[in-house]
């Protein structure tokens, strides 16, 4: 079993940054793809970011690549996702999630964390 746990969030403004981090506990962490989901006010959650635990690639939805940066530590089980100019439309509850394969399909990931919430505004 994996416990996730999000810290970072909080309010900046448009063209900030913040980095998440995704603290895990538990299980075999080198042996588990990690990502981060997010759902915006109203919205369902969505895929973000991804890091395979084979290769390490990393894995983007095209609204935040080359401005957000997937990266694990493995020696300290953490996760992390620099957030580089921030746009209002990123403003959205952060969800790290383990599993076997990165995938932007919800149910295939088998560990969350219960979020962090990141608000992008003047």
């Known amino acids: 079993q994996v416990q996730l746990v999000e810290s970072g969030g909080g309010l900046v403004q448009p063209g900030g940054s913040l980095r998440l981090a995704c603290a895990a506990s538990g299980g075999t962490f080198t042996s588990y793809s990690l990502g981060w989901f997010r759902r915006p006010p109203g919205k369902e959650r969505e895929f973000v970011s991804g890091i395979n635990w084979r290769d390490g690639k990393d894995h983007y939805i095209s609204s935040v690549r080359d401005r957000f940066t997937i990266s694990r530590d493995n020696n300290k089980n953490m996760v992390y996702l620099q957030m580089n100019d921030l746009r209002p439309e990123d403003t959205a509850v952060y969800y790290c999630?383990?599993?076997?394969?990165?995938?932007?399909?919800?149910?295939?990931?088998?560990?969350w964390g219960q979020g962090t919430q990141v608000t992008i505004s003047s």
């Open positions: 999630a383990a599993g076997t394969v990165v995938v932007t399909t919800e149910r295939l990931w088998k560990y």
